[in-house]
Structure formats: structure tokens, C-alpha cells
């Protein structure tokens, strides 16, 4: 009977047969005589940009041996600690500080410390032509610094990653992006001046602490680290930053939430202290100060992920393309804390519908991407149908199936239970039914917080809103010049502050609202009225049935529903006219 001697054993004795006096020495390949280098990467990882440029960097050509041959086999190293080869380019070298040198036929090699702290080189893929290696230096309680090459730059990014603790963040180079201009929490702004009137109100507008902790206690989605948030003046500075076009669904939403920082545009559309208070109050009112809520929930998903994966230790072997989630998920948080998007959100989606442009299948969802902005609108309503419908729960598994590699339309399947078509109709049959609560006070809604305009007579003006104005059904009964609402005592507004400077939407008193051109002209309007002002000339005042028209030089003209008129051109001169 044979009996097998395990391989293991085999190559312990070989090892310890093999003395020290019999293994070949092999040098630096740099020279024989060279010099044995040493490194020290600190003992706990740099926390700044300036820190982490004084680690030392291992080259290859500094711990590469100059093997003679590929026999496998033991060596003595060129400072006397063990070597053992497996093939060209493929060794580990037992250095005499008690570091590992370890070298693989890939180009990667890494260097390890007894203590846990350590270095690793990856070359960057051959299809980058140009491209420069990442680079990681790994610490005892699992932190890493890593350089990723960033090839539209042509320069490292470094990132501190603590994963386990939620931690990614971009040490920012302040040489580059200046000093922190505001820090909030553990969010970190750099910008220019141009942001200053943002970033002055930024913590009363943006309420950062209830999104952390719905996103915490709902999902279980976190980021534990600072958030660098870079504030850009200009679209080409920031777009040449990132490398592409920047994401959002408007104009007043661009921006990206990466994983490890948040990109914010464009300063030069940020409103700027003009010295008129009541005007720039009214600017920062119009800022769309949400938009950084969208930017940071992206940002905690994805450091959520990266957690996931160093849980698991399970990298997804491809990167899951389903747009629909991570920027509806991001829109729809987005979507609780702010009225106006929601309004927004919903008056889009019905829009999108209306003129059937919606997927009819997943795979058509998946293969439009971001045309007619439908990761924005139809991700929002499939994201908030599955937590309406199977609950949070469903929400926090299906991205970390996702997150570890699963194809979105399997994940679906096995977090609901249903197909992701079937997904796809439940949730546009659901948006029909919650459409009706929204989109019904959807004026006040899209201008809430919005400045309220003040009429130069409040009490006439409140007194219209309250009792309207008393018509009579023929002009022909209009007998005195009185009889016709004074227009000028009530709709004349304080535009002073406004007017030539602003477009755009108010608030009015009570349920009211008001438009101002920037021209000057402007328009108080209600259920079923409106009076357009014509500063120096006149006053139109339109109701339901009737019209009357006062001009600044006193003349009154009303026009009656039976369609008759009367015209006083003062109060002596009047004609009537069928």
C-alpha cells in the first residue's frame, strides 16, 4: 500500500533541508552593490492632502531583485532575509526590518509590515495609454490612503477610505481649491467669493442633520467622514473637473455626488449682496438650496456600498448601470424635504406620460438612460413605490445586491418578488393615484418660501381678496364714476426693490400670487382673476365675466358681462356703448 506524503510537508522539509549556507544570494537588480532601502509609512494614516504628500512611495526599481534565472527555489536576499522564487517575476522577499516584499508577474508588487501597515502598486491598465498606477498605503485599523489616476487631469486624486466606518473622502488639494470656506457638520465647502451669500445661509436653509438621520434610520445608508463639497464658478471648469457633462434634471440642479466628494455649479449664477436688502433676500429665496440633499444621498449610497463590499469582501466583478435608482432614489429623498421639487417632480412625470414618452418595459427604462430625464422622474416613483409598497427593507436590499454586482432586473425580481415590467406599471398605476394630492396645490407648493409681495394699500387689497368687487350685470346701470372700482387703491404694489432687476414669480397676501416682467409691468392673480399693472399708463383688471380698465389720468372704462360698456373719461365725461 502507497502512502502519499503531503505536498506540504514535503515543502517544509525542503525548507528546512535547504540551509541558508546553500541558498544563492540574489542582489538588487539596481546593482550588487546598491543600497537595501527602507521605508516608514507612519503609523496611522495622513488625515490631509499636505499630510499624504510626505508618504514615501516604494518604486519598483528601489525592492526589485535581480534573479539570474526563474528556478524556483529559495534565495538569500541582499540583506540576508529570505527569498523564495515561484516564477519570473513572481517572489517574495523576507526583508531583514521585517517588512514583505512581495512581487507578481502582473507589474503588481506590495510591501507589508509585521505591524499591518503596508504599501501596494498597481499598474494602470494597458488599454489607459498614459495612465499612471494606483497607488494604496494600507494602516492597522483598516484605513487606506489611495491615489487614483485621474486621466482627463493628469493627476492623482487621494483618498482617504476607512469603508467599514463609512468613511471615503477626497483630501482636497488647497493649493488648487483654496481653503475651507465653510465647514457644516462634516460637510467641508471650498469655493470662491462667489458662493459667499450661499454658503452665509447655507446652514439655515439646508437642513443636513434630518437627512443624515432619515437616510441612517431608513436605509441604513451613512457617511461617517468628511464630505468635501467643491463649489465650481463655471459649467466648462466644472465639467473639466469631473470629465464629463455635469447630472441633473435642470439647469438649477447641476452638480455630481461622487463617493468620495460633492461637485456644486455655478457660482456665477449664485446671488451676490447688492446692498438692497429686500432684493437679495429675495434672491437667496430662489436658490435651489435642495439640490445638495440630492448631491449627498448619492454620496451616502454609494459609501454605503463600499462598506458592503469590504463586509463582504465581495467586489462585484462589473459595475450595474441602472440610472433609474441611484439618481431616483437621490430625487425622490430630494423630493421629502423640499415642496418645490416634489411639484416639480410630479407635473414633469404627468407631462411625460401625457406625451407617452414613458419606458413601456424595463429593458427600454434601462436602454434610454437619462433621455427626457427619466432616471429623475420614473426612478422617483419606482423608487417610492417599493418603499410604499415592500417597504424600506426592499429599498436597502436592492441596492446591496446591486452594490456586489446582481443584474438590477434579477435584484428586483428577488427583493419584490415581482418582474421588473410588472414593477414598471405598478408604479406609473400608483403615481396616477398619488398625482391627484400633489398636483392639486401645486402653485403654492412650487413658491413656497418664495417672497411675499406687499400692495402699497393692504387694507384695500385684503378687503378685494376678501369681498371681491360688487359689477353690476349691464355697464347701462353704472351711473356715477364712483361705481367702478378704484384699480389704482388696490393693485398698485412696492416693486421699488424688484423692478428692473427681477423677473419671475411671487407670493401674494392670502392666497394670492404675483408675476413681475423686468420691464417693470406686473400681474396680480388669483382663482378666477387677475390685474396686469402698466406702470404710467394703466391698470387691466380681468374677472370671471367683466373688465376694468383704469388709466393713471383717471379715466375708467368697465366692461360688462352682457357685453355692454361704459367709459368715464372723468368724472362729468361719460359714454355708454352696446
Known sequence: MKRLIPLSLLFFIASFLYSDSERKPVPLKRGS?????????GETAPTSFFQSEK??????????????????????????GEVYQWAKNHYQWKRADGSVFTEWPTGIFKLDFPTGIGFVFAPAPGSCNGCS????????????????????????DTIYQKPLEFQNYLLVNETQLGKPKLEVGNLVFYGSDKWNEYLRVFGEEVKTKSLFLYLKNEFGFENRGKIPVLLFDEYATAKDYIGFDLLGAHSEELGFGGKDAIVLCCGDQMPEKTGNANFDADSLRRVNFSTVLQKLTRNAEQVSCLKTIAETGKAPNQEILDPWFEEGLASYIESRFSDRKRVWLYAETEKLIRENKVPKTYKSLLDAKYKDNIPYLIGVILVKHIQDRYGKEAITSYQKETCLGLDSTIAIQKVTGVSADTLLKDSIKQFETDKLDVLKNAKPLSLFGFTIMSPKNPKEFESFLEKGFSIKESAKEIQSYDEIPSLMSVFLANVEDFSGKREGEFLGPKGSYFFLWKKGNYRWYGDGWEANVFPGNQIVFRGSNYTIVEWENGKKQYVAPNGTSVVFSNRESVLYSD
Not at 552593490?33 to 509609512?41: K, Q, R, S
Not at 514615501?56 to 540576508?80: C, I, M, N, T, V
Request: without cysteine; charged residues 25%; hydrophobic residues 30%.
Open 33 to 41: 552593490t546598491a543600497e537595501v532601502l527602507y521605508f516608514d509609512f
Open 55 to 80: 508618504l514615501q512611495e516604494p518604486k519598483l526599481e528601489d525592492l526589485k531583485l535581480g534573479f539570474l534565472d526563474a528556478a524556483p527555489g529559495y534565495y538569500s536576499g541582499p540583506d540576508g
Open 133 to 156: 498606477p494606483t497607488l494604496v498605503w494600507n494602516y492597522p485599523d483598516n484605513t487606506k490612503i489611495t491615489k487614483y489616476w485621474i486621466s482627463h487631469r493628469k493627476e492623482y
